[in-house]
């Protein structure tokens, strides 16, 4: 699938997402059609099969997140694709699979809401959710992906976080990103870095499927490989038992966040645009991101020192290339597809370090350049 690698394809964000799944080495998808993801699943009920993998259509989200969380602990790398009303019936089993460890890719591709909103409309409206959508303290990655390409290397990405981490990550993609189609040449299965969960180094008897390494991550057994594993939506110790001592359950939540602080040199990922001398600055993330990367170059055309900085990794929050950012500029444009979840983000950080300015739509109507670059030159 990926022997050559100056050949170009013509896909649709959804169909790279497809391929950047299987060359991480997902063995199995099962998910529920909904618009705008559908695409996803389609391809894939078609390619899966073709490499020893297995594709299910669920009756419904709730099954689906579950059906890829026992395939993970199974030792099978995994993924399921909704939009806004799937994903919120997702919530609770995302928190377990947050408390249980269990390495799972979800990719939303987000449409208008609240509900059933605007199905063929884009939207940005899940960023929070994404993030604070299951409840309790919990680690949780999310990527967002701007084009094809992005698609196909930032889902392998999402892959090899997930492993490494033993950690949920979400692809936040949109109905722009899913269906625009650009030309691509995917790179050669053996010149793509993939990663797989640590297996452990000690025999049965001394396993404790939740002790973390010294970057806090546990190594993982697959169910049937001759370990004991206990799975639990419980607070639980080492060993994987449920617990109320206080010091087992401090010492267990400080650990989840832990392993991902550690980790949030290679987690945190974004994309600096014409930023060296830049007076004012957008920052943006998804689709969005470009249209913001024709206005800054309008704006540059017009005397305008403008710059971009695209957030690929939203959460944990890239406050380590913001913070610079902001300091370094007089204002920062945010433009969002919502009323502004990313910028409470850049407020948050900010500190009044400049003038942070909104700019947001929320009518199922895409954020145009001509509209970010007009927000750059009032600026």
């Not at 395939?71 to 919530?91: C, E, H, I, N, Q």
């Not at 990794?313 to 890239?318: I, Y």
């Not at 407020?347 to 942070?356: F, G, I, L, S, Y």
């Not at 109507?365 to 009032?378: A, G, H, V």
Request: charged share 20%; hydrophobic share 40%.
């Amino acid at each position: 699938m990926f022997e050559q690698k100056t050949a170009r394809q013509l896909l649709q964000g959804n169909e790279a997402i497809a391929h950047g799944a299987l060359a991480a080495g997902c063995r199995l998808f099962a998910g529920y059609p909904i618009t705008p993801a559908s695409e996803i699943s389609e391809l894939l009920s078609v390619l899966l099969p073709g490499v020893d993998g297995t594709f299910i259509q669920m009756e419904d989200e709730i099954a689906s997140i579950g059906a890829i969380i026992g395939a993970s602990l199974a030792g099978v790398k995994s993924l399921t694709a909704t939009s806004g009303p799937g994903f919120s019936l997702m919530m609770e089993n995302l928190g377990f699979a947050c408390v249980a460890e269990v390495p799972i890719v979800i990719v939303n591709v987000m449409r208008g809401g609240p509900s059933t909103g605007l199905p063929t409309s884009p939207s940005q409206g899940d960023v929070q959710m994404a993030r604070w959508g299951t409840h309790g303290d919990h680690p949780v990655v999310v990527l967002a992906v701007s084009s094809v390409m992005d698609c196909f290397s930032i889902t392998v990405t999402a892959f090899n976080i997930a492993e490494k981490y033993r950690v949920p990550v979400i692809i936040l993609s949109d109905e722009v990103v899913a269906h625009t189609r650009e030309c691509v040449s995917l790179p050669a299965q053996e010149d793509i870095k993939v990663i797989d969960r640590i297996k452990p180094s000690v025999p049965p008897e001394w396993y404790k499927p939740y002790a973390g390494d010294n970057r806090g991550v546990p190594s993982m057994v697959a169910f049937g490989d001759g370990y004991r594993h206990h799975v639990t939506g419980l607070i639980h110790d080492e060993k994987g038992y449920p617990t109320q001592n206080s010091r087992e359950v401090d010492a267990f939540v400080r650990r989840l966040t832990r392993k991902i602080t550690l980790g949030f040199h290679e987690i945190m990922m974004t994309q600096g645009y014409l930023l060296e001398d830049a007076e004012v600055a957008v920052i943006a993330y998804g689709s969005v991101s470009r249209s913001a990367k024709s206005a800054v170059e309008d704006a540059r055309d017009h005397g305008v020192k403008a710059g971009l900085l695209q957030l690929i990794t939203l959460f944990p929050f890239p406050r380590s290339q913001v913070v610079p950012l902001l300091k370094g500029c007089r204002a920062i444009l945010v433009p969002e597809m919502n009323l502004g979840q990313i910028s409470r983000e850049v407020q948050r950080v900010n500190q009044t370090a400049c003038r942070v300015v909104k700019y947001n739509r929320v009518d199922g109507q895409f954020i145009t350049p001509s509209e970010i670059y007009e927000e750059l030159i009032k600026m």
